[in-house]
C-alpha cells in the first residue's frame, strides 16, 4: 500500500483535557504537582482514571514521569520539538493507538517561567542534546532569541512580499479582540496597531507587541481509540489528520526563511483529512511572533504566499463571524505563553469542538486545526481535527 | 564595566571549535575565509562537515576551498536593545544581525558594520572583515562592498 493510502483519519480521538492559566499570568502551583494536576483533570475530564493509562507523552522524559506517577506505560514517548511537541504527541499517540501499540494515552506540560521568575526559584533550562553548531556559528553574532530568527523572518518577508509593520501588528490587534472574550486571558484590553507600533521596537523589525507573553502555563490531553472514546464522557474529538516535517534547526540552515515546513505537514494532514483550509472553522496557528502566525496561513493555505499580510490586515481573523476564527483563546500574544505553548492549542481546539467557549466560542465549528511551530520555525506540526459529524 | 579580578568582561562570545571546523578557524588567524567545497557534487557546504548534505557524499569527498569574501545580505535585523541581548560588544549601542549569502553559495550569520545598522537590507552587497578574538582566531565580519579594499 502507498503511504498517503495508510490513514489514520478517525482512528483515534481526544477524550479529555484540562489546563491551568491565571490572568495575573503566575499559578500557585510547579513542577510535577502541577502535571500531575492536570494529568488527573484530564482523565476527570474524559471519565477515566490513572488506571486506564498505558500510554505516556513528556517532552522532557516520558520515563521519569510515568515513575512519579507509579505507572508502567507500554507506550512512552519523549519528543521534544519545542513548541509544537504536543502536536506530535498526538500524531505519535494517533499511530501508537491505531497500530494496537496501547489504548489511552496522556500528553502533558506544565511551565511557571514568570513566577520562577518573581520567586527566585532557578529557572528550568533546557538545552538540546548533542553538538549544537548554533554555539559555534550564530551565538558570536549577538542574535537575541527567541525573537531575533523571527525578526530575520519577518524582514525577509517585508523584503519579498512587501509585508508592513501595519500587517503584522493586525495580527495582535485581532487576537487581542479574542482574548477580550476570554476571562481567562491574560491581556484583554483593547489594542490598536498604532498602540503595537508604538510599543519599543525588540529586534527590528518586530515591537514589544509583536512579541508573545511570557505566563506560567499546564495542560494535559487524554487520547483513546475513536471506538473507546464514543463510551466515554464527552463528545470525542477525532484526529482526522496529523504530520509533522521539520527544514532545520537553527535559522542559518533555514532553506528559505519565508516558507515554513508548514506547507509539507499541513499539506499531508489536510491530505490526510480530506480536507483543505477552506473547510476549517477554527485555526489555532501557534502564534509566538505576529510573523509566525502569519507564516501559518500562508503554508497551510488559507492564503497565497505573500499575501498573509493583505489577508491579516483585513482584519476578519477576530471574532465577528469572519470566515477563519484564528487563535480564539487570545493566543500565545494576549492568553498565554509559558515557553512550549502547542499544548494549548489543543486545549483550545477541543473546546471549540465540544462547545465549551463561551463567549468566545465560534458558532457550529466542526473542524479545527491545531498547528504548532517549535524551536526557530524549524518543527511544524498539523493536527487536524472534528467532530462526529466529519467522519 | 570590569569584573571583580579587574578584567575586562569579554565583549564577544568566543566560538568553541567544531569537530570539523579547525582548518576553517586556523585560517581566520591570517585573515582568510575558507568554505568547505564538496567534489562530488560541486556546491558549498556550510556549516563544516563530514558529510555533504547535498548529495551524501563522505567527509573524503570535501575540501576546503578559499572564499572570495563577497556576500549578498539575505536577510537582516537590528537588535534596539543589547542590555536585553546580553551584549556588550555594541557597547550598548544598536547593532545588526544578519544573514548573508557567500558568492559560494553558502548562507552564514553574521554583524554587518561600517554603517547605521538600519541601513543593511535584503540585497544588499557586502565583503568580508575581520574581528580579533583573544585567542588569534578572528571573526568574520561583513562590511558594506565599496569595491575598494579592506
Same mark, same amino acid.
Given at each position: 500500500?502507498?503511504?498517503?493510502?495508510?490513514?489514520?483519519?478517525?482512528?483515534?480521538?481526544?477524550?479529555?483535557?484540562?489546563?491551568?492559566?491565571?490572568?495575573?499570568?503566575?499559578?500557585?502551583?510547579? &513542577?510535577?504537582?502541577?502535571?500531575?494536576?492536570?494529568?488527573?483533570?484530564?482523565?476527570?475530564?474524559?471519565?477515566?482514571?490513572?488506571?486506564?493509562?498505558?500510554? +505516556?507523552?513528556?517532552?522532557?522524559?516520558?520515563?521519569?514521569?510515568?515513575?512519579?506517577?507509579?505507572?508502567?506505560?507500554?507506550?512512552?514517548?519523549?519528543?521534544?520539538?519545542?513548541?509544537?511537541?504536543?502536536?506530535?504527541?498526538?500524531?505519535?499517540?494517533?499511530?501508537?493507538?491505531?497500530? &494496537?501499540?496501547?489504548?489511552? +494515552?496522556?500528553?502533558?506540560?506544565?511551565?511557571?517561567?514568570?513566577?520562577?521568575? %518573581?520567586?527566585?526559584?532557578?529557572?528550568?533550562?533546557?538545552?538540546?542534546?548533542?553538538?549544537?553548531?548554533? +554555539?559555534?556559528?550564530?551565538?558570536?553574532?549577538?542574535?537575541?532569541?527567541?525573537?531575533?530568527?523571527?525578526?530575520?523572518?519577518?524582514?525577509?518577508?517585508?523584503?519579498?512580499?512587501?509585508?508592513?509593520?501595519?500587517?503584522?501588528?493586525?495580527?495582535?490587534?485581532?487576537?487581542?479582540?479574542?482574548?477580550?472574550?476570554?476571562?481567562?486571558?491574560?491581556?484583554?484590553?483593547?489594542?490598536?496597531?498604532?498602540?503595537?507600533?508604538?510599543?519599543?521596537?525588540?529586534?527590528?523589525?518586530?515591537?514589544?507587541?509583536?512579541?508573545?507573553?511570557?505566563?506560567?502555563?499546564?495542560?494535559?490531553?487524554?487520547?483513546?481509540?475513536?471506538?473507546?472514546?464514543?463510551?466515554?464522557?464527552?463528545?470525542?474529538?477525532?484526529?482526522?489528520?496529523?504530520?509533522?516535517?521539520?527544514?532545520?534547526?537553527?535559522?542559518?540552515?533555514?532553506?528559505?526563511?519565508?516558507?515554513?515546513?508548514?506547507? +509539507?505537514?499541513?499539506?499531508?494532514?489536510?491530505?490526510?483529512?480530506?480536507?483543505?483550509? %477552506?473547510?476549517?472553522?477554527?485555526?489555532?496557528?501557534?502564534?509566538?511572533?505576529?510573523?509566525?502566525?502569519?507564516?501559518?496561513?500562508?503554508?497551510?493555505?488559507?492564503?497565497?504566499?505573500?499575501?498573509?499580510?493583505?489577508?491579516?490586515?483585513?482584519?476578519?481573523?477576530?471574532?465577528?463571524?469572519?470566515?477563519?476564527?484564528?487563535?480564539?483563546?487570545?493566543?500565545?500574544?494576549?492568553?498565554?505563553?509559558?515557553?512550549?505553548?502547542?499544548?494549548?492549542?489543543?486545549?483550545?481546539?477541543?473546546?471549540?469542538?465540544?462547545?465549551?467557549?463561551?463567549?468566545?466560542?465560534?458558532?457550529?465549528?466542526?473542524?479545527?486545526?491545531?498547528?504548532? %511551530? &517549535?524551536?526557530?520555525?524549524?518543527?511544524?506540526?498539523?493536527?487536524?481535527?472534528?467532530?462526529?459529524?466529519?467522519? | 564595566?570590569?569584573?571583580?579580578? =579587574?578584567?575586562?568582561?569579554?565583549?564577544?562570545?568566543?566560538?568553541?571549535?567544531?569537530?570539523?571546523?579547525?582548518?576553517?578557524?586556523?585560517?581566520?588567524?591570517?585573515?582568510?575565509?575558507?568554505?568547505?567545497?564538496?567534489?562530488?557534487?560541486?556546491?558549498?557546504?556550510?556549516?563544516?562537515?563530514?558529510?555533504?548534505?547535498?548529495?551524501?557524499?563522505?567527509?573524503?569527498?570535501?575540501?576546503?576551498?578559499?572564499?572570495?569574501?563577497?556576500?549578498?545580505?539575505?536577510?537582516?535585523?537590528?537588535?534596539?536593545?543589547?542590555?536585553?541581548?546580553?551584549?556588550?560588544?555594541? =557597547?550598548?549601542?544598536?547593532?545588526?544581525?544578519?544573514?548573508?549569502?557567500?558568492?559560494?553559495?553558502?548562507?552564514?550569520?553574521?554583524?554587518?558594520?561600517?554603517?547605521?545598522?538600519?541601513?543593511?537590507?535584503?540585497?544588499?552587497?557586502?565583503?568580508?572583515?575581520?574581528?580579533?578574538?583573544?585567542?588569534?582566531?578572528?571573526?568574520?565580519?561583513?562590511?558594506?562592498?565599496?569595491?575598494?579594499?579592506?
Amino acid at each position: 500500500m502507498e503511504r498517503a493510502d495508510r490513514t489514520l483519519r478517525g482512528a483515534a480521538a481526544i477524550v479529555g483535557v484540562a489546563d491551568d492559566v491565571s490572568p495575573t499570568g503566575e499559578l500557585d502551583r510547579t &513542577g510535577r504537582e502541577l502535571e500531575v494536576a492536570m494529568v488527573l483533570d484530564a482523565l476527570e475530564d474524559a471519565g477515566l482514571t490513572l488506571a486506564d493509562v498505558d500510554g +505516556v507523552c513528556h517532552a522532557e522524559s516520558a520515563v521519569a514521569f510515568a515513575e512519579y506517577l507509579g505507572i508502567h506505560p507500554v507506550f512512552m514517548d519523549s519528543t521534544m520539538t519545542g513548541g509544537s511537541s504536543y502536536e506530535v504527541h498526538v500524531e505519535h499517540a494517533a499511530a501508537a493507538i491505531a497500530a &494496537g501499540v496501547c489504548d489511552v +494515552v496522556v500528553s502533558v506540560y506544565a511551565s511557571t517561567p514568570r513566577s520562577d521568575r %518573581s520567586r527566585r526559584r532557578p529557572a528550568a533550562r533546557r538545552v538540546p542534546p548533542g553538538p549544537n553548531p548554533t +554555539v559555534e556559528w550564530d551565538l558570536p553574532y549577538g542574535l537575541r532569541t527567541p525573537m531575533g530568527p523571527y525578526a530575520l523572518a519577518a524582514a525577509r518577508h517585508m523584503h519579498v512580499y512587501g509585508t508592513t509593520s501595519e500587517q503584522l501588528a493586525q495580527i495582535a490587534v485581532s487576537t487581542r479582540e479574542w482574548a477580550a472574550l476570554n476571562p481567562r486571558a491574560r491581556h484583554r484590553d483593547r489594542l490598536t496597531v498604532a498602540d503595537v507600533l508604538a510599543s519599543p521596537l525588540q529586534v527590528s523589525p518586530l515591537h514589544l507587541l509583536d512579541c508573545c507573553l511570557v505566563t506560567d502555563g499546564a495542560g494535559a490531553f487524554v487520547m483513546t481509540s475513536a471506538e473507546r472514546a464514543r463510551t466515554l464522557r464527552k463528545p470525542p474529538v477525532y484526529v482526522l489528520g496529523t504530520a509533522s516535517c521539520t527544514d532545520h534547526m537553527g535559522i542559518s540552515q533555514m532553506p528559505d526563511l519565508t516558507t515554513t515546513p508548514g506547507v +509539507v505537514s499541513g499539506a499531508r494532514a489536510f491530505g490526510m483529512a480530506g480536507l483543505s483550509a %477552506s473547510d476549517v472553522d477554527v485555526l489555532m496557528g501557534y502564534d509566538s511572533f505576529t510573523i509566525t502566525a502569519l507564516l501559518h496561513l500562508e503554508d497551510l493555505g488559507f492564503c497565497q504566499k505573500g499575501e498573509g499580510g493583505p489577508f491579516a490586515a483585513e482584519g476578519t481573523l477576530g471574532p465577528g463571524g469572519g470566515p477563519l476564527a484564528m487563535n480564539t483563546n487570545g493566543g500565545g500574544l494576549s492568553f498565554t505563553h509559558p515557553g512550549m505553548y502547542g499544548m494549548f492549542l489543543i486545549t483550545e481546539a477541543v473546546r471549540q469542538l465540544r462547545g465549551e467557549c463561551g463567549e468566545h466560542q465560534v458558532e457550529g465549528a466542526d473542524v479545527a486545526v491545531a498547528h504548532g %511551530s &517549535g524551536i526557530l520555525l524549524s518543527v511544524m506540526s498539523t493536527a487536524v481535527l472534528g467532530t462526529e459529524a466529519t467522519l | 564595566m570590569t569584573t571583580a579580578s =579587574g578584567d575586562t568582561p569579554p565583549s564577544r562570545f568566543e566560538p568553541p571549535i567544531g569537530a570539523e571546523s579547525g582548518p576553517f578557524w586556523e585560517a581566520t588567524r591570517e585573515g582568510r575565509l575558507l568554505v568547505q567545497w564538496c567534489t562530488s557534487c560541486d556546491r558549498g557546504v556550510f556549516y563544516p562537515r563530514a558529510f555533504c548534505p547535498h548529495c551524501a557524499a563522505p567527509g573524503s569527498a570535501l575540501e576546503w576551498r578559499a572564499a572570495s569574501g563577497r556576500a549578498t545580505v539575505y536577510a537582516a535585523v537590528v537588535e534596539h536593545n543589547p542590555e536585553a541581548a546580553r551584549v556588550a560588544f555594541s =557597547g550598548g549601542e544598536p547593532y545588526c544581525v544578519a544573514l548573508v549569502d557567500l558568492e559560494e553559495g553558502v548562507r552564514m550569520m553574521t554583524n554587518v558594520i561600517g554603517c547605521p545598522p538600519d541601513e543593511v537590507h535584503s540585497g544588499m552587497a557586502v565583503t568580508v572583515t575581520w574581528e580579533p578574538l583573544r585567542d588569534g582566531r578572528q571573526l568574520p565580519l561583513f562590511r558594506p562592498d565599496t569595491g575598494e579594499a579592506a
